[in-house]
C-alpha cells in the first residue's frame, strides 16, 4: 500500500516544494496538505484524509500552530503514535527542546537548497518504508546544517 | 569653674555626645562682661547666666530654652520626614524609570528577534528559487544572468550570516540559562567536530592544551569559544595556513578563582588601537567584501564572557595575529545566569 504523508504548513510555497519534492523521491506516496493544525485535525477526525504514515509540521501558523496541534495529537489515543517531524525555519534550541517534549519525533529546519530537501526526504521515505522510525532523526542529521541536533548539551 | 572638667569641656563632651546634643546648656558663670559671654556661646552653650541671679530669672530661661528646643527638635523632625518623603519619591521615580527602560530594552531585543526572525522565511525562499533557476535551467541562461544568479544567491548568504547573528543576539540577551559544570575540553571538541569541514579546507592546525572544567552555561561557552575559533579561521592570512593555539591557566582575579584561556593564531591581527572597539556591535575592522560577518560575533563574547562575571581582551598585531584571552571565574553564585 502507498504511504501518505501529511504537511501542515500555511506557506504554500512551502507546501509545493514539499510535495513537489516527495513526488519526485517517490511518485507514489500521497501526500496530504492542510494550512494549520486545526484544519488538519478537523480533516482528519472526519476522515477526509486518511491517518498519515508521518506528518511534517510547521511551527509557526494561525489558527491552530504547531505545538498546539502536536498536543492535540499526542492526546488522542489514535493518532498519538503517529510520528511528527516539526519542520520550520526556525534554528533555535528551544524550539527543538519544546518539540522533543512534546512527544515529536525529529526536528529539522527547512533546507535552503532544493537538492537538499530532496535528499532529507529521500532518507525518511526509505526509512518510512522499511517503518524504521528511530533512525530518522540521526540520518537526517548526519547531512548537516538541518537545525540543532538532539541529544548534545552543546 | 569647676574642679576635674571645667564646664567648656563639658559642654563640648554634650555636642560631640549624638545622644545628648540636643540638649539645651546654660552656662552659669560669676565671670560677666561681653567677652566672657561670647566665647560661651561660642562653645555651644544656648544661654549664659551670670551670678548671682534671681530664681525667677533663671526658671524664665530655662522654660524659654526647652521650648525653643522643641521647637528646633520638632522642626527637625518636620525636615527629615520631608527629606525622607523626596527621597522616597525619587527612588519610586527611578524604579519606575528603570522598570520602563527594561521594558524597553526587552522590546528591542524582542522586536530583533521578531524582526530577524520573520526574515528568514523570505530569504530562505529568495535562495531556494535562485538555487532552483541556476539548477534547472541553467542551461537555458546566458552566462551574464547565471552570474546574476550567483550575485543574488551571494547576497543572500549573507544576509542569512546577518539574520542568524542577530537572532542569536537577542536569543543570548532573553533566556536566562542554568549554570552547570562545564568540560572545557568537551566544548572544543565539538566546535572542532562543527567546524570540521573549514578546518580541513583551510588545511588549518588546532593545536589544545587541557583545559580545565568550569561552571557556566554550557551553550554560551560554546557559542563563545565556537566564534574566537571561527574568526581564527576566517581571518587567516592568505600567505600561512592556519595555526590556532588555545592554552589556559589557573589564576587569581579581584579575589576568584578564574580559567585564564588564551586562543592564539597567526592570522591577519588588528591594529592593537582598535582593540577595543572589536567588541563593539556591528563594528568591523575590514571590508565585508573580503571577510563576511554580521558584526556582532565578538559583542556577543564579550555579553557571554560578561555574563559569567569574566572578561575577555584582545591583543593583536596587523599582519601577524591576534590573541584573545578570556577570563572565566571557576565557579559561579547563582544558579542561572
Known sequence: ?154 | MMPRMDGFSLLKAIRATPEIQATPVILLSARAGEEAKIEGLEAGADDYLVKPFGGRELIARVESNIRIAKERAAAMRDYAEKLEQAVRKRTQELRRLNVSLQQSNEDLMQFAHVASHDLKEPVRKVRTFTGRLLEEYGGLLPEEAKKFLRKIQHATERMVTMIEGVLSYSILNSNAQPIMQVDLNEVFANIETDLEVVIAQSGAELRRDKLPVLEGAPVLLYQLFYNLVNNALKFSSEADKPLIAINSRLAEWSGKRIAEVTVRDNGIGFDQEQSNRIFEAFARLNSKDRFEGTGLGLALCKKIAERHHGSIAATGVRGEGAVFVVRLPLSQTEGSI
Open chain 1, 1 to 154: 500500500m502507498s504511504k501518505r504523508f501529511l504537511v501542515i504548513d500555511d506557506d504554500s510555497d512551502d507546501r509545493e516544494l514539499f510535495s513537489e519534492a516527495l513526488a519526485s523521491v517517490d511518485p507514489e506516496i500521497v501526500c496530504d496538505q492542510a494550512t494549520d493544525g486545526a484544519e488538519a485535525l478537523k480533516r482528519l477526525i472526519a476522515q477526509e484524509i486518511a491517518k498519515p504514515d508521518i506528518v511534517f509540521l510547521d511551527i509557526n501558523m494561525p489558527v491552530m500552530n504547531g505545538w498546539q496541534f502536536l498536543t492535540r495529537l499526542k492526546n488522542e489515543d489514535q493518532y498519538k503514535h503517529i510520528p511528527v517531524i516539526v519542520y520550520t525555519t526556525s534554528s533555535n534550541v528551544r524550539d527543538r527542546l519544546i518539540a522533543t517534549d512534546l512527544g515529536a519525533l525529529c526536528f529539522i529546519t527547512k533546507p535552503h537548497a532544493f537538492a537538499r530537501l530532496k535528499n532529507l526526504l529521500g532518507i525518511v521515505v526509505s526509512h518510512v518504508h522499511a517503518r524504521n522510525f528511530a533512525l530518522i532523526c540521526d540520518d537526517v542529521h548526519a547531512m548537516g546544517d538541518m537545525g540543532p541536533r538532539p541529544n548534545r548539551a552543546c
